[in-house]
């Protein structure tokens, strides 16, 4: 298997997969939408995975993202004693989080009242919410050992095959709930999952053994260099996951005493929120990371924050649109994409709120996922961590005056409030450490602003008048309206971007030209 030497084709072969993981993803949460809809049994499930999303997060976001530079430093160093400390790394990793998740599994019962004590007075409920939580914690077990097999992969810039694996846990999702989810209910969402991250698992251990030279053996080397400078650094990171865990459990925690379906409306909202994070920011920020850890090991500033400029504004071209059309037509996407079977309107006008506030944050969250990236391979975790730390009491302290004034939407809006902040504190860092020509990119992010502003105006008009000179209903018809109003938006959008001679239009008329290459 060949590895991937350029960033920018990296990117693309992320973002294709990506996209199509995206789209698998949104046809999972179709299906569960439809079984389902905001029913009880989807709240239990939002409030179980989550255990799922920390044990990934922790070791994709935090141990993952430590190792890589750590790793590159020692490849330089010796070769073959760093393939060695990676197997004995694996051998603690691997027994570490099979300890955790025994104890998780063992006190199941117990959680339920932390995660939702809004469920304990539900005997059913809680039963439910304890069984998931069993089965979760099998799925975060697996993440994380898959996790940390790609983190390897990605550290030896073989990156296809973390890119497409992860098809399989969604494919199988989609499979369980379609053939069980009659003979076993919200069940057979974890069970297709659990297979399809068994399947990754034994695709990636052979991999690991063929392609990356990797030993598996189990006798551990708790003094290896390698491991200390591991856990030192990953140490900010687990606590940062652990904080954002938090805020989401809080928020979980105050949902799960509103209305019924205000958490699984909260978490279907999220989900869009992300899609739009993954497709346009997380390729990039995975494929560059490598890139950017060799440039700071070589105390290459200068390349460092040409990579942060590029990237965001690329990611800025596209995400600020979106995040207006994501708040102008809140409704008509939700609507389009989630109202059959069990979701009905009372669900829209749940997951229409949540949505709608959410989407205030999308462009901020684009900055702050790729400002970090740029910080993780500059080896400043602790700044990191802090700054995230801070922007969670925000978020926390926003909670309860934003629910009470707003509803479940409280939450969302708490957290968008949070990301905006955020981004701007690590513009903020990034410019007195790298120099990202601060002034300028504010500029550039004007620009881009007041033309989304405005094509977006004329598309919601474009939209209204095509709702009344249309009489034709249905979400099918609201889709083409949608699409063509977003046609306008498109045609207005680009005329005023080179208006303003915005370069980024140019640099991403260069990249469409060479993906149309053959």
Not at 17 to 27: C, D, E, N, R
Not at 298 to 323: V, Y
Not at 466 to 494: D, E, R, T, W
């Amino acid at each position: 298997m060949r590895k991937t030497e350029n960033a920018e084709v990296a990117s693309i072969v992320f973002a294709v997969t990506t996209i199509l993981s995206k789209v698998l993803g949104f046809a999972r949460d179709l299906f569960l939408s439809n079984y389902f809809g905001v029913s009880k049994s989807v709240d239990a499930l939002s409030a179980a995975l989550p255990i799922n999303s920390i044990f990934q997060n922790i070791m994709t976001s935090a141990i993952v993202i430590s190792l890589i530079p750590i790793f590159i430093e020692e490849v330089n160093k010796n070769k073959e004693q760093a393939e060695k400390d990676l197997s004995n790394v694996f051998a603690v990793i691997f027994t570490v989080f099979l300890i955790l998740s025994f104890i998780l599994i063992i006190f199941s019962d117990n959680l339920v009242g932390v995660l939702a004590p809004g469920f304990v007075g539900d005997s059913t409920l809680r039963t439910l919410t304890a069984k998931l939580i069993d089965l979760v914690t099998i799925s975060g077990f697996l993440w994380a050992i898959v996790g940390f097999l790609f983190g390897i992969a990605q550290s030896k810039k073989h990156f296809f095959i973390t890119a497409i694996t992860p098809l399989f846990a969604n494919i199988f999702i989609i499979l369980g709930l379609i053939f069980f989810h009659n003979s076993l209910g919200i069940y057979s969402y974890i069970v297709g999952l659990n297979v399809g991250l068994i399947i990754q698992l034994c695709i990636m251990i052979y991999y690991s053994i063929r392609y990356l030279n990797l030993k598996f053996h189990f006798s551990f080397d708790f003094k290896s260099p390698f491991l200390k400078k591991l856990v030192i650094l990953s140490i900010p990171l687990i606590l940062l996951q652990l904080v954002n865990y938090a805020v989401t459990l809080i928020g979980n925690r105050i949902a799960s005493t509103l209305a019924s379906g205000s958490i699984s409306s909260i978490q279907y909202a999220n989900k869009l929120r992300q899609l739009w994070v993954s497709v346009l920011t997380v390729p990039i920020a995975t494929a560059y990371y490598p890139f950017l850890s060799e440039a700071a090991t070589e105390n290459n500033s200068e390349e460092l924050s040409n990579i942060f400029r590029k990237s965001n504004e690329f990611a800025l071209l596209l995400g600020i649109p979106i995040t207006v059309i994501s708040f102008l037509f809140a409704n008509p996407i939700v609507k389009i994409v989630f109202e059959r079977g069990a979701f009905n309107a009372n669900a829209v006008i749940l997951t229409t709120e949540a949505f709608k506030y959410f989407s205030i944050g999308i462009f901020a969250l684009m900055i702050t996922t790729l400002s970090m990236r740029v910080l993780y391979a500059m080896r400043e975790m602790y700044l990191t961590f802090f700054v995230s730390l801070a922007i969670a009491v925000i978020n926390v302290g926003l909670f309860y005056p934003m629910v009470k004034i707003v509803g479940h939407a409280g939450i969302p809006l708490s957290i968008s409030v949070g990301l905006i902040i955020e981004a701007i504190v690590f513009l903020v860092v990034l410019e007195i450490k790298t120099h990202i020509e601060l002034k300028g990119f504010l500029v550039s992010t004007a620009k881009i602003a007041i033309a989304s502003l405005v094509s977006g105006v004329i598309m919601y008009g474009i939209f209204n008048l095509l709702l009344k000179i249309v009489s034709l209903q249905g979400n099918l018809m609201l889709l083409i309206k949608l699409i063509i109003a977003g046609i306008v938006f498109l045609i207005v959008y680009f005329i005023i971007l080179r208006i303003f001679k915005v370069e980024e239009v140019n640099r991403l008329r260069e990249l469409l030209k060479v993906r149309a290459k053959p």
